[in-house]
T-cell receptor, first 111, second 116 residues
Framework: LAKTTQPISMDSYEGQEVNITCSHN???????ITWYQQFPSQGPRFIIQ???TKVTNEVASLFIPADRKSSTLSLPRVSLSDTAVYYC????????????FGAGTRLFVKA | NAGVMQNPRHLVRRRGQEARLRCSPM?????VYWYRQLPEEGLKFMVY????????ESGMPKERFSAEFPKEGPSILRIQQVVRGDSAAYFC??????????????FGPGTRLLVL
C-alpha cells in the first residue's frame, strides 16, 4: 500500500479556496486516490475519489497529474464549518479496500 | 437507508475488564472494517471481515483483541483485560459487496473507550 505525505496543518479564511496536496510516490497502477474529512468526535466522511486527471463533485475537486505521484484536493470558498482533518488515502481494489490513514491535514478556517 | 451504527458511543471500563464494541453495517453491506484512533492521530487499520470470515487481521494486536462478524447480527470487536493504553476511539466502516470499481467505506460515529 502506497504511503502518503501531506502537510500537518493549514490555515485559511472564510471564502478562500484551499488546496491540500498529498504526495504518494509509490502509487501502484491499480490504486485509487480517496480523500476523507473528519470532524472532531465523528467518523471520517468520504469527500472525493479519483484515478487520474480531474474529478469534481458538489463538495470539492481533485486534481491528479499524469504521473499520479501526487494529488491536490481543492475546496472552493471554504467556510468555518470546513474546519476539520482531511485524509488522503491511496489503495486499490485488491480483495478488500484496506485503507491506511496518515495523520491527515488539519485545516483551520478563520472568520 | 440507515448509516453505519455503532454502540455504545462511549464506554468506560476499569483495567482488567472486558470491552465489547458493536457495529451494524449499512443495509446490504457485507464488508466490515475496524479502525482505532488515538488522540491527535490518524486511524489505524485493525481488521477486515466479511460475513463469518476474517479476511485480514494484520492490524490487530495478537493478544486480548478479537473480532467477529456473524451471519446474523452486528460485528463485534472484543477487548479482553483492557489496559489504559486501549483508551481510544474505535471506528467501524462498512462497504458493499465488491463490484467492478473501487468503492468507498462508510464510517460509523465511533465508540470512545476510556479505561480507568
Amino acid at each position: 500500500l502506497a504511503k502518503t505525505t501531506q502537510p500537518i496543518s493549514m490555515d485559511s479564511y472564510e471564502g478562500q479556496e484551499v488546496n491540500i496536496t498529498c504526495s504518494h510516490n509509490n502509487i501502484a497502477t491499480n490504486d485509487y486516490i480517496t480523500w476523507y474529512q473528519q470532524f472532531p468526535s465523528q467518523g471520517p466522511r468520504f469527500i472525493i475519489q479519483g484515478y487520474k486527471t480531474k474529478v469534481t463533485n458538489e463538495v470539492a475537486s481533485l486534481f491528479i497529474p499524469a504521473d499520479r505521484k501526487s494529488s491536490t484536493l481543492s475546496l472552493p470558498r471554504v467556510s468555518l464549518s470546513d474546519t476539520a482533518v482531511y485524509y488522503c488515502l491511496v489503495g486499490g481494489n485488491t480483495g478488500g479496500f484496506k485503507t491506511i490513514f496518515g495523520a491527515g491535514t488539519r485545516l483551520f478556517v478563520k472568520a | 437507508n440507515a448509516g453505519v451504527m455503532q454502540n455504545p458511543r462511549h464506554l468506560v471500563r476499569r483495567r482488567g475488564q472486558e470491552a465489547r464494541l458493536r457495529c451494524s453495517p449499512m443495509k446490504g453491506h457485507s464488508h466490515v472494517y475496524w479502525y482505532r484512533q488515538l488522540p491527535e492521530e490518524g486511524l489505524k487499520f485493525m481488521v477486515y471481515l466479511q460475513k463469518e470470515n476474517i479476511i485480514d487481521e494484520s492490524g490487530m494486536p495478537k493478544e486480548r483483541f478479537s473480532a467477529e462478524f456473524p451471519k446474523e447480527g452486528p460485528s463485534i470487536l472484543r477487548i479482553q483485560q483492557v489496559v489504559r493504553g486501549d483508551s481510544a476511539a474505535y471506528f467501524c466502516a462498512s462497504q458493499p459487496t465488491r463490484a467492478t470499481s473501487v468503492e468507498t467505506q462508510y464510517f460509523g460515529p465511533g465508540t470512545r473507550l476510556l479505561v480507568l
